[in-house]
């Protein structure tokens, strides 16, 4: 296994503002949501769109019109037409089979490691 | 060895595998037959010379009339107003259960009068309980309208009438407040007849009326009754369309909606395109949990008449539905006699497939209907 890919110093990456790297030649998206830092191939598997359109919280509801706001549960959406993805499984959130890899990603010495 | 049947036996594989029309068609014969089911001082209020408060006519007529020749105006009453003979053509022996809808009556809700019409509505309700009572025949049952003007009035009227053992449903068609059936003021309806185990059936044709300040189509109003009669659908897949997305389904989860009037065919481009909205814009209405396609044999039920099918085989219209999994489960029969365009079980059963005809034509009503 190659050795984790250096993408950049730790304060260029800002809460659920995705950023995109390359590593390894593949593109990469990497988003910081509070502490935690994530890791996706930045290909929507709907029309190989960029995933990188946005992050936000989770939702859900108790019932209609009512919203609450899953802090801790972020997700991350396509830009061409908006499936949604959970950031720390890469699975759709409307069809668990449907799936974008995520890697390893660590935070060292002020610098971010993706393992590709 | 002959194996010998018993007369009850023989009934009960009758009834296990007979229709079930939802969709029998009435009227009154004039407005006066209400007056007789409204309280002393509402009949004072409004005597039966001033017929005003109940004009509900659409701009266009059919060419050539509305209603089959056999249930069209004679002497004093409107069309569809001799319901023994209507009751009579409909419960043909390889029927099992039938509604029976009141057609102006539905269309009540639509006057923005609303004081005597909510209680015409009750009249009305009343009148019908009458006419299924009078034709005694327990196969029948009714489907009562609803003074929609004031849901929460609506949902009192839908409580009292879940009292009458004759009643399997409840009508939603005139839509004076011109919002999208979704709209929360409507859900005392909905929690009321999720309550009471009554499904609510919303027939297209309440969106085209004097006081409504809806529109049966977009984009402009139809010059033509071709034009209404084409687009009959637009309007129930406004209506669903607002109940899924306002949740309506997730508040009420044993709510059952039956749309009626538009036919089928619509719904393989409908659920398509709305199951693909859904996956991008699911953030807009996160308490829709599931696809809507889902909902549908589930919570909604579609009448399939009118049918719509070439009679020269040019469409293919069990063909166009296949494209849809499980659309067996998903449909009703109702074959809205006496109406010009009523279908019968035979046109359905040639319509469609064998294994679709149990539960279009009677499995699908008997699980959503109080019978």
């Not at chain 1, 910081?32 to 290909?43: G, I, M, P």
């Not at chain 2, 209603?67 to 390889?94: C, F, M, Y």
Request: glycine share 8%.
């Amino acid at each position: 296994m190659s050795a984790p890919t250096d993408v950049g110093a730790a304060g260029d990456f800002a809460h659920g503002a995705p950023r995109v790297v390359t590593a390894a030649g593949r593109e990469i998206a990497v988003v910081r949501w509070d502490e935690e830092l994530f890791a996706l191939r930045n290909v929507c598997p709907h029309q190989s769109g960029p995933l990188c359109g946005g992050v936000v919280p989770r939702l859900d509801s108790p019932r209609g019109g009512d919203v609450v706001s899953l802090r801790t549960s972020p997700i991350i959406y396509c830009a061409w037409h908006h499936w949604e993805f959970d950031l720390r499984t890469g699975k759709a959130l409307d069809d668990p089979k449907l799936r974008v890899k995520t890697y390893e990603i660590l935070e060292r010495d002020g610098r971010v490691y993706v393992n590709v | 060895m002959a194996v010998s049947t018993s007369t009850s036996e023989r009934t009960s594989a009758a009834r296990a595998t007979a229709v079930i029309d939802c969709g029998v068609v009435c009227n009154w014969a004039t407005r006066a037959d209400l007056y007789a089911y409204l309280p002393s001082d509402w009949r004072d209020y409004v005597p039966p010379g001033q017929p005003r408060f109940a004009v509900v006519m659409p701009s266009w007529n059919n060419p050539q009339g509305d209603w089959r020749p056999e249930a069209r105006t004679t002497g004093n009453g409107q069309a569809a107003s001799d319901v023994a003979a209507i009751a009579a053509h409909a419960l043909e022996p390889d029927v099992g259960k039938a509604t029976l809808l009141m057609d102006e009556g539905a269309l009540l809700p639509a006057v923005a009068a609303t004081y005597i019409v909510e209680q015409l509505t009750v009249a009305a309700n009343r009148w019908l309980v009458d006419r299924i009572d009078e034709i005694a025949d327990n196969r029948l049952r009714g489907i009562a309208v609803l003074p929609a003007q004031v849901p929460l009035h609506a949902a009192e009227e839908v409580r009292r009438v879940a009292q009458v053992e004759c009643i399997a449903g409840v009508h939603l068609r005139g839509n004076v407040l011109g919002k999208p059936f979704g709209h929360p003021v409507f859900h005392p309806i909905y929690e009321a007849a999720a309550e009471a185990g009554l499904p609510v059936v919303i027939e297209s044709g309440g969106d085209a009326l004097i006081d409504v300040p809806t529109q049966p189509t977009a984009g402009g109003l139809p010059m033509t009754y071709g034009e209404f009669a084409s687009l009959q659908a637009c309007s129930l897949m406004t209506h669903i369309t607002s109940i899924i997305s306002a949740g309506t389904f997730k508040t009420f989860p044993d709510l059952k909606i039956v749309l009626m009037g538009g036919g089928a065919a619509w719904l393989p481009w409908y659920l398509w395109r709305a199951d693909a909205e859904w996956k991008g814009i699911r953030r807009e209405i996160p308490w829709v949990e599931v696809p809507p396609s889902e909902y549908f044999g589930r919570n909604i039920l579609v009448g399939v008449g009118p049918l719509a099918r070439g009679d020269d085989g040019s469409f293919d219209l069990s063909g166009l539905l296949s494209s849809i999994d499980r659309i067996e489960t998903m449909c009703c029969y109702g074959s809205l006699y006496p109406r010009w365009n009523s279908d019968s079980a035979d046109a359905v059963r040639d319509a469609f497939p064998a294994s679709w005809h149990a539960p279009i034509l009677r499995e699908n009503a008997e699980r959503f209907y109080r019978w």
